[in-house]
């Protein structure tokens, strides 16, 4: 059976879990979306009480841009897990609580700190496949929809890329690290290619995943290459898809891929990067910054918003206290203190609150002035850097990361870069010494925006790190929005932790049985003060 494709009354019944819920979701979106369009009369042509079937590309596209590109919500969770965000000592334990599963790298991350389950640190598992579920739908009937052979081949191009960046998310928080010599034997994620109904299915291999990835973003490009239609950075496009797929190279180590890729789409940007410095406190993500290859995910998801789309305070929904404006958890002081002499980013990529805590600002209007997830020329940059740097080329890595970095302070000669004599001093070769200041550059310009727990899993051979978050247990207060600090823990996660891969969502084992889980994962045992 296939969605849509005549009557759905009593079909949500009988989908498998992800499949159901993301289903609902699914026709919900199809009058959601009407909006951004027309009436909804225009919108959708009811055929019975039962039957809602888009017809035109432009509902199709109205319907993958309300999952893929809009209603995104699950981005930036994996950051409470990195270095660089930190409690608010000063937040009660119970304002704290609902991420701190995530935050502890707990062996079950879908329970509170009180032990309750819930799904919002359930991260992305039921919206990436929601998403998939739609991608396969336009794929499968983008060649009856009304509108021209253009705009159809941009349509399933868009397609095509949202499947493929929701693989790779999934593969890089439910899977282990991809490593070329057992990707055939290590288990991935489930592959879903079509809008069929299973009940019953298993993990592909990491190898078929990764691949599966790479020939949706091939067919990607080659539908943009085929369509005449020119779109706003709203639409994910060529360039951006040549980015996602460097991207995937870089996770899977293909290193003359990397830079081929990267190189290729650098030279389709002549424009180059923009400079902060001439620009300082000015947002990064605007129309007018060529750096911007494609931009989404609506603000106001993650920001509370007015009717008229005006934010209305400066604490990110994921970091506030449900019942106060409170940040609950920010920017750590080692990541602020990281940042070169005279770095301009942290002007607009951080947000200081009226609480007194910082917060990433990578969705405010300080930052963003389109979406609040884009994709930058940058990390073309930085993604050919690394791959130089793995091949032993340390000159043109360097050059590479100069690049970004000229571009980003007011004076790169205080700007301290790898020698063969800091290197020796540090211990290390001067070619991993170059690749680790590579990485550590990657932190700086994409903090919080869900690069930084990818970089840390796959690095871990070449620059181990131990992470450490403190978490203090406090009481409310009089005034409900600080506690009374009644004791610390500290929660270590060591180099190579079998916690860097995640367990299914209890939801999806309960339901298929036969699924293959991880089974590595352990409780992280605080240090208690």
Request: proline share 4%; glycine share 6%; hydrophobic share 35%.
């Amino acid at each position: 059976m296939k969605i849509l494709t005549t009557k759905y009354k009593g079909v949500k019944e009988r989908l498998h879990s992800r499949w159901q819920s993301g289903f609902s979701a699914f026709c919900l979106s199809l009058f959601m979306a009407t909006l951004a369009l027309t009436s909804c009369s225009d919108f959708l042509k009811e055929e019975d009480k039962d039957e809602v079937i888009p017809r035109t590309i432009e509902q199709f596209e109205a319907m993958l841009h309300q999952h893929g590109m809009l209603s995104v919500t699950w981005f930036y969770k994996s950051d409470l897990m990195t270095d660089d965000i930190a409690e608010n000592p000063d937040a009660t334990t119970t304002a704290k609580n609902p991420y701190k599963g995530l935050y502890t790298w707990s062996r079950d991350v879908e329970r509170t700190g009180s032990g309750e389950r819930t799904t919002r640190t359930n991260l992305m598992w039921g919206e990436l496949y929601n998403d998939i579920l739609v991608s396969n739908y336009v794929i499968e009937r983008a060649d009856d929809a009304e509108g021209t052979q253009s705009q159809r081949e941009y349509l399933v191009g868009e397609a095509y890329f949202v499947r493929a960046r929701s693989y790779l998310e999934l593969a890089n928080i439910y899977a282990p690290v991809y490593d070329a010599a057992t990707a055939t034997k290590t288990i991935g994620v489930p592959l879903r290619l079509d809008t069929g109904v299973k009940n019953n299915y298993e993990r592909a291999s990491l190898s078929s995943v990764y691949a599966q990835i790479v020939a949706d973003l091939e067919q990607a490009n080659a539908h943009f290459d085929s369509s005449r239609e020119v779109m706003s950075l709203w639409h994910p496009n060529k360039k951006a898809a040549l980015l996602l797929l460097s991207r995937t190279y870089l996770y899977m180590g293909e290193w003359d891929k990397v830079v081929a890729t990267s190189t290729e789409l650098i030279n389709m940007c002549p424009q180059g990067l923009f400079n902060l410095s001439r620009q300082p406190n000015s947002p990064t993500v605007t129309k007018g910054n060529p750096e911007i290859l494609h931009s989404y995910g609506a603000c106001s998801v993650l920001i509370v918003t007015d009717n008229e789309g005006v934010q209305q305070n400066d604490v990110p929904n994921l970091y506030k206290d449900e019942n106060s404006m409170i940040a609950v958890y920010g920017v750590s002081d080692e990541l602020q203190r990281a940042y070169h002499p005279g770095d301009c980013r942290p002007y607009t990529y951080f947000l200081t609150t009226s609480s007194g805590t910082d917060v990433p600002a990578k969705w405010h209007t300080q930052f963003t002035k389109l979406g609040a997830y884009s994709y930058r020329l940058s990390e073309a940059y930085l993604s050919r850097a690394e791959a130089y740097a793995a091949l032993g080329e340390t000159d043109r890595a360097l050059a590479d990361v100069r690049k970004v970095i000229e571009n980003r302070v007011e004076d790169i000669n205080k700007v301290d870069f790898p020698t063969s004599a800091s290197s020796a001093a540090a211990g290390v070769d001067y070619a991993t010494a170059v690749r680790r200041f590579i990485l550590d550059e990657r932190r700086l310009e994409f903090c919080c925006e869900n690069h930084r727990w990818y970089d840390l899993r796959r690095s871990q051979g070449w620059y181990p790190r131990t992470l450490t978050h403190t978490f203090t247990l406090s009481t409310s207060s009089t005034s409900g929005s600080t506690g009374v600090a009644q004791g610390r823990q500290t929660y270590t996660l060591t180099p190579a932790h079998p916690n860097y891969t995640f367990e299914l969502p209890e939801s999806e084992t309960q339901i298929n049985a036969a699924i293959e889980t991880y089974g590595q994962r352990v409780e992280v045992v605080p240090d208690n003060q």
